[in-house]
């Protein structure tokens, strides 16, 4: 079984749609989380931190679910600009390498 | 927004050349890392390092090799380039504090022909 696993998708929705993508990961010790958003041909960049209590920022709310082991992102009033690969990451210390999923695809269109 | 710098961006070379691709931080930070990934598809870590004089080898079997002879730098090698080595390269490094945020360099884009 893969440390991180994400559907790969392509999710295509209409603008303004909320859309939800789940993220699980394998290694119960895993203690941070966090989601990056890559455009296409470009380097990944951090989108927000996953925390245990979850969190928003603007239209985008992070969860996290310890018992069942996975991460979520809501995507809320979808915007052309959200069009991007999210991935999914996962660590198990600050002093272990960062472990990525393969990403989910997202197209938000007109 | 953190300075990691690599170059070149893009670089097209023949079968069999020696390759260095560049990567370097202003921000003194211990934590780098290199990472592999084809177009479209998941990243894959090649190579890190904590520190000067230390290299891991990442999760996906690389014939490049890697140094740290100083904080700044840490560039990766291909003694012979193959067209098998085509794909994007990623530098990042991450603060020690242990909020492991990583932040990548714009790639270098490889292509052997």
């Known amino acids: 079984r893969k440390e991180v696993e994400q559907d790969p998708g392509p999710f295509n929705v209409p603008e303004g749609a909320t859309v939800a993508f789940n993220c699980t990961y394998s290694?119960?010790?895993?203690?941070?989380f966090f989601w990056y958003r890559q455009d296409c041909r470009k380097e990944p960049k951090l989108l927000m931190s996953?925390?245990?209590s979850g969190n928003e920022d603007g239209r985008f709310t992070a969860q996290l679910n310890r018992a069942s082991q996975y991460i979520s992102l809501l995507i809320r009033d979808s915007k052309l600009s959200d069009s991007a690969t999210y991935l999914c990451?996962?660590?198990?210390?600050?002093?272990?390498?960062?472990?990525f999923g393969k990403g989910t695809r997202l197209s938000v269109i007109a | 927004e953190a300075d990691i710098y690599q170059t070149p961006r893009y670089l097209v070379i023949g079968t069999g050349k020696k390759i260095t691709l560049e990567c370097s931080q202003t921000?003194?930070?211990?934590?780098m890392y290199w990472y592999q990934q084809d177009p479209g598809m998941e990243l894959h870590l090649i190579h890190y390092?904590?520190?000067?004089?230390?290299?891991e080898k990442g999760d996906l079997s690389s014939e490049s090799t890697v140094s740290r002879i100083r904080t700044e730098h840490f560039p990766l090698t291909l003694e012979s380039a193959r067209p098998s080595h085509t794909s994007q390269y990623l530098c990042?490094?991450?603060?020690?504090?242990?909020?492991?945020?990583?932040?990548f360099g714009a790639g270098s884009r490889l292509t052997v022909l």
């Open positions: 990451v996962v660590t198990l210390s600050g002093n272990t390498p960062l472990v």
């Open positions: 996953v925390y245990s």
């Open positions: 921000m003194g930070h211990d934590k």
């Open positions: 390092s904590y520190g000067v004089n230390s290299t």
């Open positions: 290694n119960s010790a895993s203690q941070s």
């Open positions: 990042a490094t991450t603060r020690d504090s242990g909020a492991n945020v990583l932040t």
